[in-house]
Nanobody
Framework: QVQLVESGGGLVQPGGSLRLSCAAS????????MRWYRQAPGKERELVAA????????NYADSMKGRFTISRDNAKNTVYLQMNSLKPEDTAVYYC???????????WGQGTQVTVSS
């Protein structure tokens, strides 16, 4: 059974940091690119960051560059999102996604809430 379980969300003050984790199981993690998305109330889901299968390449949405860092540990089947200098507009539900377009496969986690507020 495929599972992606996000954790690490919560309430943080502006300027603070959080580290999200996404633990994967039920599929060969190291063969999938991984992405973090987020969805704020009333807005469409947007891509936050992506990392290749080996972790050799990453990319970020413009508004996250320099503040967020995506990483992965294939030995632990886990992808991370380190978020620094958080802003109220970063408030959203953050979702983990595993993607293998060559096989037409894409898996999603249930999301973790991040709230940035004083």
């Amino acid at each position: 059974q495929v599972q992606l379980v996000e954790s690490g969300g919560g309430l943080v003050q502006p300027g603070g940091s959080l580290r999200l984790s996404c633990a994967a199981s039920g599929f060969t993690f190291g063969r999938y690119a991984m992405r973090w998305y987020r969805q704020a109330p009333g807005k469409e889901r947007e891509l936050v960051a992506a990392i290749t299968k080996t972790g050799g390449s990453t990319n970020y949405a413009d508004s996250m560059k320099g503040r967020f860092t995506i990483s992965r540990d294939n030995a632990k089947n886990t992808v991370y999102l380190q978020m620094n200098s958080l802003k109220p507009e970063d408030t959203a539900v953050y979702y983990c996604n595993a993607d293998r377009p060559d096989y037409g496969l894409s898996f999603w986690g249930q999301g973790t809430q991040v709230t940035v507020s004083s």
